[in-house]
């Protein structure tokens, strides 16, 4: 990629911290926070779920519309509620979530990421793909 990132060795205690920390952001609107979350350029690969909000292909991979997404879902009171986290190899993980809102009925959804743990600067996801069970 041409650009130096200090990586380690994410812990199961920093994925899951990201992990919680974004469906915590995700539920009370933090856009700000959201933004902290999530890898920038050229680092961040994708957002992508099913509909309602729907995020696939060039959009999912599209970083600049990644918050006025989340500000559109948190406007319809989106809410998501963990169900179950794991932690699997490496930076990745997979969870199971109800995904509600205003255009959602309580839904479960199951869902993979994956995380950047970095030796000098916030911890960020930079894989987010969830769908309906």
């Known amino acids: 990629m041409g650009h130096e ?8 205690l920093e994925v899951r911290a990201l992990f919680f920390g974004f469906v915590d952001a995700f539920n009370k609107g933090d856009l700000r926070r959201l933004d902290g979350l999530f890898a920038r350029e050229p680092d ?5 779920t099913q509909a309602p909000g729907e ?4 959009e999912a991979k599209n970083r600049s519309s990644l918050i006025p997404y989340f500000a559109e879902r948190h406007a319809l009171g989106e809410h998501l509620a963990v169900r179950s ?3 699997n190899a490496g930076s ?3 969870y199971g979530l109800l995904r509600s809102a205003g255009d959602l009925q309580s839904t479960r959804y199951y869902g993979k990421g994956a995380a950047h743990c970095y030796l000098k600067r916030a911890d960020t996801i930079f894989v987010w793909s969830m769908g309906r069970e």
């Open 5 to 12: 990132r200090p990586e380690k060795l994410c812990t199961r």
């Open 44 to 48: 961040f690969e994708w957002y992508s």
């Open 85 to 87: 986290f794991r932690k």
């Open 92 to 94: 990745n993980f997979e």
């Open 55 to 58: 995020r696939f292909n060039s």
